[in-house]
Every structure is written in C-alpha cells, then in structure tokens.
C-alpha cells in the first residue's frame, strides 16, 4: 500500500509542472472546490486503490491514445476496472485502430508523464488537437477522482463540475460512449 496523506483543501504551496499549476489555477477562477491528497509515486491503477478509499471517489482511468500517424488524438476517460480493446473503442468511434500515445507526445501535448494522464492536460491543449471521449459510467459517479498533473498528487471534484465548467472552459466538447 502506498502513502496517501490526509484529505488536503487548498492548493499546494509549490508547483511540480506548468499544467500542475494550470490546474490549480482553474480551479481556482471556476471556483470548483475539491478536495486532494499527496502520495508517494502512483502509476498504476492498482495503486490508486488506497487513493481512492481516502478519498471516498472512485480514481478514473485517463487513457492518451493517438491513430497510427500521431495525428489524431483522444483522451479517454473510463471507470478503472474497466479493460481497454483499442479494437472495440475504435469500433465505437467510427475511427482507424489507436494505439497508446507515445512518452514524448503525451508530454508535449497534455503537459504530464507516463502515469500522470488526466483530464485537466486539456487545459495545455489550446487547439483542440485532443478529443475528449468519456464512459458514460464515469458520468454517473457524484465525485470525479484524478490526477492533478502528477503521480503525487490526486484529488475529487464533483462530476459535474468536470463537465459543465471545465470542459466548456477548455472549449472540449466531450463525447460520451459505452465501454
């Protein structure tokens, strides 16, 4: 089991990452409250296990996929004990088979590393080059558990807040399927 601190309901006092600071700062401006923990290194979804508990929401799993060339891209967020087929989700898209996007883009694009992937990396994507796709059993879930932007840092925010004032304020227009 790894360390997982008490529940936290400010920002930290020092950034690890510009989009870390992003986050925070969102928050902050849409007034979304939340609550948060530090943690020793989490990756795995087997890790935000004891995250989750202390929490008391449910950790998502956040996928960055991209097609073949590295043109496209998509967020996927699902519930964690879900299994991801690139096969069924492309199939459900309409789209050509993904695969996992590479260290190196999902650093440039979403601002995170490898473990770190989470829904607020949408705030470094100004284009709009990442298309948000959500489980639509995550959406039934009051709390949204994730990230902050590291592997140290975890947090929950009302479902409800991530859909209709984070994503309108990113100008990511989710799209909601069955997995």
Partial sequence: ??????IIKKAPDCYKSPL???VYEALEELQIPFERVDTAEA?????????SHKLDAKVVKTLFLCNS???E???L???????FRTKDFSRTLGISRVSFAPAELLESILGVKIGAATIFGVLKDKGNRVRVILDKDVLLE???GCSDGTTTGYMKVETNQIL???LPYTKHIPTVIEI
């Avoid at 089991?1 to 008490?6: A, L, Q, R």
């Avoid at 990756?43 to 995250?51: A, F, G, L, P, Y």
């Avoid at 699902?78 to 299994?83: E, F, G, I, Q």
């Fill in 1 to 6: 089991m790894i360390f997982v601190s008490d």
């Fill in 20 to 22: 870390h600071e992003m």
């Fill in 43 to 51: 990756i795995t979804m087997e890790d935000c296990i004891s995250i």
């Fill in 69 to 71: 060339q590295k043109t």
């Fill in 73 to 75: 891209f998509y967020l």
């Fill in 77 to 83: 967020v699902t519930t964690a004990d879900k299994p």
């Fill in 142 to 144: 009051e709390w949204y």
């Fill in 164 to 166: 209709n004032n984070l």
